[in-house]
């Protein structure tokens, strides 16, 4: 059965920091593609992070210099290191996984709700 558990999810101040975590099981994580997407209220899910197999990583504008993706394979985690979290990155954080090669094999988690207020 393959599972994709994120948490770290949770309540923060603007301008404060959070790390999601990813634990995959049920598949060969070294033949995975993985990424973070989020859907905001009355948004749709956007990529946020991609990581490839081999670590090299893809941000989207509004998180570059911000967010850090990376993976332990030994763990099979991936992580999303949040820093200056803004209120706009209140979201429903979701993990996925690409199979490198033939890219229609996915697999999302359940998704870790983020919430950036004062």
């Known amino acids: 059965q393959v599972q994709l558990v994120e948490s770290g999810g949770g309540l923060v101040q603007p301008g404060g920091s959070l790390r999601l975590s990813c634990v995959v099981s049920g598949i060969d994580f070294g033949h995975y593609d993985m990424s973070w997407y989020r859907q905001g209220p009355e948004k749709e899910r956007e990529l946020v992070a991609f990581?490839?197999?081999?670590?090299?990583?893809i941000y989207v504008d509004s998180v570059k210099g911000r967010f850090s993706i990376f993976r332990h394979h030994a763990k099979k985690t991936v992580y999303l290191q949040m820093d200056r979290l803004r209120q706009q990155d209140t979201a429903v954080y979701y993990c996925?996984?690409?199979?490198?090669?033939?890219?229609?094999?996915?697999?999302w988690g359940q998704g870790t709700q983020v919430t950036v207020s004062s």
């Open positions: 990581i490839t197999t081999g670590g090299e990583t």
């Open positions: 996925k996984a690409n199979h490198a090669t033939s890219r229609r094999v996915e697999f």
